[in-house]
């Protein structure tokens, strides 16, 4: 019997790494509504730990039910809903992301010391977790018609070489969840005083905090993508899918579900199909050593980059971006997975939406010709 829980502030846990960490208002009320995630792609006979069990199954029985009216092909088996793990018998344990906070929670529900991470595994997740590994692992897949570049800097000196080099910057802390920990600079508008300033004084507590600052050049960007995948227990990496989803402001709005051939197509407009297959093998070549130690699901994040354009996007040539970040955890994507209809005919979208002072998972139909609606 494996136990699951859902802690969706993995990635602010990574950056406190603390055992008594209390996660924002947000990350509580996302764990809160949307605990019974896990039961999608748990196996029959396992446990998810959740907040509120009458809850959790309420809305497991809607997304279930969701799934099947629109036809998706959801892999779901019945899985119990508990609110701690005493008395339970178990073999494993799988919570979204592995963290001090998280193993605590755990601990706390009275699972025990041998199924959890020692300190040492945990600090080892962390330092896999920073994104200098994806800057590491870039260089790999900058095939042809691939476009990237990363560095990481301790000073505030480096960052302005950098700037007047490349003019416009994206800043990424270290550690950060999804949406936040990044900012960006631009030399055309130093001019800017507030701004600039504000932008410079987060810049100077992430290096005094973190130790050092991710900085890259700015890409138009035309199109978000992942590609997810897992190790195994002997350190293979292995794919599991393609990832088309969409963000707003940086943050995470809604996944495509679809089989993976629709997907590919859908990439196909901008991308080669032999790219995107050679880039996959790439990594699950590559990542091995790179991620030795670890073992569980993961995501790279993708973008499709618009290159020399001249009056509109129609006439851009498109260039791959392989690796804008690696997340050393369960994602949305795997969520979409674990509902991926098999046939080409049926689409749908999953988002997650805020209505009513709590979060929801919306399954909704996408018209055939319209299969990127979100």
Not at 86 to 98: A, Q
Not at 188 to 196: A, M, N
Not at 246 to 252: E, F, K, P
Not at 361 to 368: A, F, G, I, Q, W
């Amino acid at each position: 019997m494996r136990l699951h829980i859902f802690n969706p502030e993995h990635d602010i846990a990574l950056a406190a790494d603390l055992a008594n960490f209390t996660s924002p208002h947000a990350g509580r009320q996302l764990r809160h509504d949307l605990g019974f995630l896990p039961a999608l792609w748990a196996e029959e006979g396992d446990v998810v730990v959740v907040d509120d069990v009458e809850l959790a199954q309420q809305s497991l029985r809607k997304t279930v039910t969701a799934a099947l009216k629109k036809k998706v092909a959801a892999r779901f088996n019945e899985v119990k809903l508990v609110s701690g793990a005493s008395g339970l018998t178990l073999d494993s344990v799988s919570p979204w992301g592995w963290d001090r906070a998280v193993r605590a929670r755990l601990q706390r529900c009275g699972v025990g010391d041998s199924l959890l991470p020692t300190d040492e595994q945990l600090d080892l997740v962390r330092r896999l977790s920073h994104r200098r590994v994806a800057m590491q692992l870039l260089p790999s897949l900058r095939l042809d018609g691939t476009v990237g570049e990363s560095f990481e800097c301790t000073s505030e000196d480096e960052v302005n070489a950098l700037l007047e080099r490349f003019r416009r910057v994206v800043l990424k802390a270290p550690w950060s969840s999804s949406g936040r920990g990044i900012r960006f600079l631009d030399a055309s508008r130093q001019g800017d005083t507030e701004k600039t300033n504000n932008e410079r004084g987060w810049l100077r507590n992430v290096i005094k905090a973190q130790g050092s600052v991710m900085v890259e050049p700015y890409y138009n960007k035309v199109k978000d993508f992942g590609m997810e995948f897992s190790v195994d227990a002997d350190g293979k990496v292995h794919y599991e899918g393609l990832s088309l989803f969409h963000t707003m402001n940086g943050a995470y709005t809604g996944n495509i579900l679809a089989s993976e051939q629709v997907k590919l197509s859908v990439l196909g407009r901008y991308l080669p199909e032999t790219l995107l297959h050679e880039v996959q093998q790439t990594v699950c070549t590559c990542a091995e050593p790179l991620l030795r130690g670890y073992h569980g699901p993961f995501g790279i994040d993708m973008m499709v980059v618009a290159n020399n354009c001249q009056l509109s996007i129609v006439n851009c040539q498109f260039l791959l971006h392989p690796c804008v970040e690696i997340n050393l955890r369960r994602t949305m994507g795997h969520v979409a997975l674990s509902l991926t209809p098999q046939d080409d005919d049926v689409r749908a979208v999953m988002r997650i939406e805020y209505v009513g002072g709590s979060y929801h998972l919306k399954l909704t139909n996408s018209k055939k010709n319209n299969i990127d609606p979100c």
